[in-house]
């Protein structure tokens, strides 16, 4: 499998970048206690900060709203998926916990102030190329909707679109049966290859910590456009 990045987008964002985790024979589960934890204690922690902090002064928000502009798409109508989780917690509709894959990539988005999105490996079909949707791009999402993705960016193999840093498809979903899957890690622009790599190092370490298996990783730019796995 191929993952690769349309030249497009570096037309609109030559800084474009995204971090790619690929995990092998891992086990996903009921999240352990330690994670639910984390998870309900970090969303308090944000709660109380976002009394005297608006949603958009958080530097991840803010730049991704800056690059969804970009992109052509409206901030305000189509929030990526980490001010969505911003704006839940500032209401104290804190998220539940789903499964341990899932969680992680929550908490983690949340920490990073950027959009993730994590796909079980065997349900994506041929190839990957991530690219800005057009009038006929859509897909079932996990809000339970049919979602239009119209200048928005997204993942499509040879089925369709199945993902993006909006709302993730029902199709590619990770379940407690996965145990192949690839993590999108929606990176902010200004952040250096090197802090990236960095960024990564720290996300695959603390997934294989409760999931086990292997993690590998790349960042994809306007130099390095492709990764096979």
């Known amino acids: 499998m191929i993952i690769k990045l349309d030249d497009s987008l570096f037309q609109m964002e030559p800084n474009f970048k995204l971090g790619i985790l690929h995990y092998n024979k891992i086990v996903v589960s009921s999240s352990p206690q330690m994670l639910k934890g984390r998870l309900q204690l970090f969303q308090e922690q944000l709660f109380f900060e976002m009394e005297d902090k608006a949603v958009t002064e958080f530097d991840g928000i803010k730049e991704w709203r800056a690059l969804w502009k970009k992109f052509g798409a409206d901030p305000n109508r189509y929030r990526h998926s980490a001010e969505a989780l911003y704006r839940r917690i500032a209401k104290q509709n804190y998220i539940t ?75 590619t979903s990770t379940t407690e049966e996965t145990t192949d899957a690839i993590q999108i890690v929606f990176l902010r622009p200004s952040m250096e290859i090197e802090e990236g790599q960095k960024l990564l190092a720290s996300i695959g370490t603390m997934f294989t910590q409760i999931h086990g298996g292997e993690a590998l990783s790349t960042i994809l730019n306007v130099d390095n456009k492709e990764w096979r796995i």
């Open 97 to 171: 916990p789903l499964h341990s894959a899932v969680d992680l990539n929550n908490f983690f988005s949340m920490q990073y102030e950027i959009p993730m999105g994590i796909y079980d490996l065997e349900k994506i079909q041929g190839d990957i190329t991530i690219s800005i949707g057009n009038e006929e791009t859509t897909y079932t999402g996990l809000n339970g909707r049919e979602n239009k993705l119209h200048n928005i960016l997204s993942l499509h193999d040879t089925v369709g679109a199945f993902g993006s840093p909006f709302v993730d498809s029902v199709r």
